[in-house]
């Protein structure tokens, strides 16, 4: 397995890796914005995106985003086929494109916004903590991103307040730094995700 920066090369992986995207919203059935093939081949030009090979059959890619005029990047699109899942090849791409984030922007705060529990986890152990909507990024381009996920309506409704998904950020001017190794409890994740669910979508469906 070979983890890369993508470039120009790659572009023939665009297809796969957004319809991986496309399946893998299907299956979990919660939200994640959709990347068109367009999407994803300008990403994979720009020397911001690591892509993970196995010989030539793609594995997994994630790409830096760079918000607010640099001082915030998001590591955005992670995605890991599903014939090399729960290999531990999602830890490693987010290891690279955390230390990519970190020589290419050594002052932006590195952000995502995630529903899943794998992502919460492994942001957890890099040193990201969990914060509300309003300590992320206010550059309306990245919150147009969440457009095409199927829970728009709830961000709408909330006023960017607050959605399903956890922003979660590292700051790399706060202290703890993230070499300390920290231990995740994943129940308070599940357990936060759940009172979500249970807020905002018994609302929706009240709603409709
Ligand atoms: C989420 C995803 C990237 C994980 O990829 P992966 O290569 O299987 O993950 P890893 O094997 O590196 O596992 C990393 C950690 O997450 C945990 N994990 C993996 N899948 C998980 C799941 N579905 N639920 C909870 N934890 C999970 C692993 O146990 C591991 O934790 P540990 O180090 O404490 O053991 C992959 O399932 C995927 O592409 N899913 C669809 C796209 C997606 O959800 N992207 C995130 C959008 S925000």
């Known amino acids: ?22 399946d893998s919203a299907k299956v979990r059935g919660t ?7 367009e999407y ?33 990047v998001a590591n955005s699109g992670l995605i890991v086929h599903p014939d090399f899942r729960n290999l531990g090849l999602a830890k490693q791409i987010k290891e690279h494109i955390f230390k990519l984030s970190r020589e290419k922007f050594p002052e932006a705060k590195i952000f995502g916004i995630t529903t899943g529990l794998a992502v919460m986890k492994m942001n957890y152990e890099l040193g990201y903590k969990p914060v509300t909507f309003s300590e992320l990024t206010d550059d309306p381009e990245f919150w147009k991103g969440c457009q095409t996920c199927k829970n728009f309506d709830v961000l709408t409704r ?18 703890a730094k ?3 190794k920290k231990e995740v409890d994943g129940k308070v994740f599940k357990r936060l995700k759940s009172i979500k669910e249970h807020l905002f979508l018994k609302k929706k469906n009240k709603d409709e």
């Open 1 to 22: 397995m070979r983890i890369v920066i993508a470039n120009a090369s790659h572009i023939k992986y665009a297809q796969i890796i957004s319809d991986t995207i496309t």
């Open 31 to 37: 939200g994640i914005a959709k990347r068109t093939p």
């Open 40 to 72: 994803i081949q300008k990403r994979l030009q720009n020397g911001n995106a690591v892509i993970a090979l196995d010989g030539e059959t793609f594995a997994g890619f994630c790409y830096i985003e760079v918000w607010g005029h640099n001082k915030f």
């Open 158 to 175: 909330t006023e960017q307040k607050m959605c399903l998904c956890t922003g979660m950020l590292y700051d790399p001017a706060a202290k």
């Open 178 to 180: 993230a070499t300390d």
